[in-house]
């Protein structure tokens, strides 16, 4: 039963690190919009997860991202493909990486907030039927 509620919440935990990595990657994006010849740079969450987590094939860690000096894997970064091309040849859309940002802090927000009614769900399940 522990094993099950630990592999939960190391799933989210994982989640939650991915999301904050992604939203690092895009506010460098954002920042450096005005950048001559900056690569806008993104990672496909969903793969990165699942290298994560270990829910990918094996070998599929070693394709999808890199250890980091900390031992946790680094999700694998790719460049941005650039919906219109500039004379700086900076590929930064910020239309996209607006949206991006504010999609990927909802979903950031919304696993804390699941993590929290998990965390409420075992503390009530925990107490006493004599306990409020």
Known sequence: MLARLTESFDF?????????????????????????????????FAAALRSATGSAGAGAGIA????????????????????????????VDMDRERAAFADNAVKYESTLRFINGSVRTLLDAMKSHHQS
């Open 12 to 44: 989210h935990s994982q989640a939650l690190t991915l999301r904050a990595d992604r939203q690092r990657l895009i506010a460098g994006n954002i920042a450096n919009a005005d950048t001559p010849g900056f690569q806008a740079r993104e990672f496909d």
């Open 64 to 91: 999808a991202g890199v250890m980091t000096a900390g031992g946790r894997l680094a999700p694998a970064l790719r460049y941005a493909q650039p919906s219109q091309t500039n004379l700086d040849s900076n590929t």
